[in-house]
Nanobody
Framework: QVQLVESGGGLVQAGGSLRLSCVFS????????MGWYRQAPGKQRELVAV???????NYADSVKGRFTISRDNAKNTVYLQMNSLKPEDTAVYYC?????????WGQGTQVTVSS
């Protein structure tokens, strides 16, 4: 099992920036990819960004050019740098770790973007 703890959420004005962090521990050698998802009220959880063990990245179209996912293996941490934030980015953001047949989740961190 992989344990995930997110931090860095908060309230920011439109056009501002936030950096989310996700510290992971446990069976980290079995992780194939890590990602950030978000869920807005009344909506389904959606993929925001993913980074593989080979450092390949992929982004949702809605965040391309504004968000950057990265990882620091020495610190067992994955980051999501969010720039040019929009009110529609408001959601609970979840960190995920993909292992074979299993996806582990963090508890989530709230991001609120005011207009």
């Amino acid at each position: 099992q992989v344990q995930l703890v997110e931090s860095g959420g908060g309230l920011v004005q439109a056009g501002g920036s936030l950096r989310l962090s996700c510290v992971f521990s446990g069976s980290i050698f079995s992780i194939r990819a890590m990602g950030w998802y978000r869920q807005a009220p009344g909506k389904q959880r959606e993929l925001v960004a993913v980074i593989t063990s080979g450092s390949r990245t992929n982004y949702a179209d809605s965040v391309k050019g504004r968000f950057t996912i990265s990882r620091d293996n020495a610190k067992n941490t994955v980051y999501l740098q969010m720039n040019s934030l929009k009110p529609e980015d408001t959601a609970v953001y979840y960190c995920s770790a993909d292992r074979t047949f299993v996806r582990d989740w963090g508890q989530g961190t709230q991001v609120t973007v005011s207009s």
